[in-house]
Every structure is written in C-alpha cells, then in structure tokens.
C-alpha cells in the first residue's frame, strides 16, 4: 500500500497540528489535569496545609503549643495590638460571635496570635485582650517562633514604617483571615476580612 507524496505531506501537517493544539491546551487550561499526588477537599485548601505545630507564650508568662488546645476548637486570628483599626474590628467581631453562638462557644477557643512580638509582650496582651473576650488567648514568643507558626499557617507579616517615624512607631502589614481549626487541629475554615458577628456564627455552626 503506497500514498502519493501530497496525501503523506497533509497527514504529516494533520499530525503537527494537533500536537501544536494538545500543547496549547495542556500549557492553557492544564488539560488533561496534570496530577498532582494528593487530593484536595473541594472549595478550600488541603486540610494538611494550613496548621501544624507551634510552641508560644500565652498572655499570662506560660508556654503552650498546639496541644494546650486539643478537643477544642480554635478560632485562631493573626495580628498586633498597635493596629489602629482592622485587628480591633476583627477581635471584636470574633467576640461578639462567640457570645451569640450559645452553649457551643465553648468548645471554642479565640485566639490571636501576635505579629509583633518585639512590642506585643505578655504583659502587654494581658492588658489588652480583656477589651474583646473575656477567653480571648493571645500568644506572642519569639520572632523565631511567630515566623514558624505564621509560616505553618500562611500569614503574611511585614514590618512598615512611615517615612519619619520613630523607631518604634512601625505597623505591620499583615493577612486578615481566621482559622477554624478543629479539636484535631485540622483546618475545618477560614473567614476572610470584613465578615460580620452573624455571619460568622451561621459558618460556626455548619462547622462545630
Ligand atoms: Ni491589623
């Protein structure tokens, strides 16, 4: 069986087309999905992404990790106490929150975990956690361990300071979501900035 030249040349062209086209599909739409080893739950990140261990100093002097809170809840928030506005309204949402949602609220633990602790000391959180929750947690420690658990957990942090500023007088740039990890320390959600008291306990209690 013999093609004539011209038939060879358009099938060698057909061929060269579509691999150009599977190429550009797989480089446009990542089609056909290139695997990726693990499965991830829809709609969110990997349950085993985002969390893990820490070890921190509580607002009271007292060293505590991940397992001071296991079997409960944590509704855990990244920020610092200088912040002028959103750390505050956040706290305060979370706050309000948890005294709406009734008798599960106490399987909940608030926790805000400081991005600046070369200001936000024990005693300095001591003082201000009681404005928002009366079990509100803060942690703080060592830059070294804030920058491991802000890693574990995906916050971004970052020192600003306004052009003549004094040395102190920095904020932070930081990420303004909070967690919902569960009594086994998996992320369960997340709520992003600006969500409201009500809604946060509809999400709640989906969750707990
Ligand atoms: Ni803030």
Same mark, same amino acid.
């Given at each position: 069986?013999?093609?004539?030249?011209?038939? &060879?040349? %358009?099938? /060698? &062209?057909?061929?060269?087309? %579509?691999?150009?086209?599977?190429?550009?599909? !797989? /480089?446009?739409?990542?089609?056909?999905?290139?695997? $990726?080893?693990?499965?991830?739950?829809?709609?969110?990140?990997?349950?085993? /992404? &985002?969390?893990?261990?820490?070890? +921190?100093?509580?607002?009271?002097?007292?060293? /505590?990790?991940?397992?001071?809170? %296991?079997?409960?809840?944590?509704? &855990?928030?990244?920020?610092?106490?200088?912040?002028?506005?959103?750390?505050? *309204?956040? +706290?305060?949402?979370?706050?309000?929150?948890? *005294?709406? +949602?009734?008798?599960?609220?106490?399987?909940?633990?608030?926790?805000?975990? $400081?991005?600046?602790?070369?200001?936000?000391?024990?005693? =300095?959180?001591?003082?201000?956690?009681?404005?928002?929750?009366?079990?509100?947690?803060? +942690?703080?420690?060592?830059?070294?361990?804030?920058?491991?658990?802000? !890693?574990?957990?995906?916050?971004?942090?970052?020192?600003?300071?306004?052009? @003549?500023?004094?040395?102190?007088?920095?904020?932070?740039? =930081? $990420?303004?979501?909070?967690?919902?990890?569960?009594?086994?320390?998996?992320? !369960? $959600? =997340?709520?992003?900035? @600006?969500?409201? %008291?009500? @809604?946060?306990?509809?999400?709640?209690?989906? =969750?707990?």
């Amino acid at each position: 069986m013999s093609f004539p030249p011209s038939r &060879i040349f %358009a099938i /060698v &062209i057909g061929l060269l087309v %579509a691999a150009v086209v599977i190429l550009l599909l !797989r /480089v446009v739409f990542d089609f056909p999905p290139a695997s $990726t080893g693990a499965s991830k739950p829809e709609g969110g990140p990997s349950r085993t /992404v &985002i969390g893990g261990p820490f070890t +921190l100093v509580d607002h009271n002097g007292k060293t /505590v990790t991940e397992r001071d809170f %296991a079997g409960r809840s944590m509704l &855990i928030y990244f920020g610092f106490t200088y912040c002028p506005d959103v750390c505050p *309204n956040t +706290l305060t949402v979370m706050g309000e929150a948890l *005294n709406k +949602l009734g008798d599960k609220a106490a399987s909940v633990v608030p926790i805000l975990v $400081t991005v600046d602790p070369e200001r936000d000391t024990a005693e =300095h959180l001591k003082e201000y956690v009681r404005h928002f929750h009366p079990r509100l947690v803060a +942690l703080t420690g060592t830059t070294d361990q804030v920058a491991d658990v802000s !890693r574990k957990y995906r916050v971004y942090y970052a020192k600003v300071r306004p052009e @003549g500023a004094g040395e102190q007088e920095y904020l932070m740039d =930081h $990420t303004s979501i909070i967690y919902l990890m569960g009594p086994d320390g998996q992320f !369960r $959600t =997340h709520f992003s900035h @600006g969500i409201d %008291a009500d @809604g946060m306990v509809r999400r709640l209690k989906d =969750h707990l």
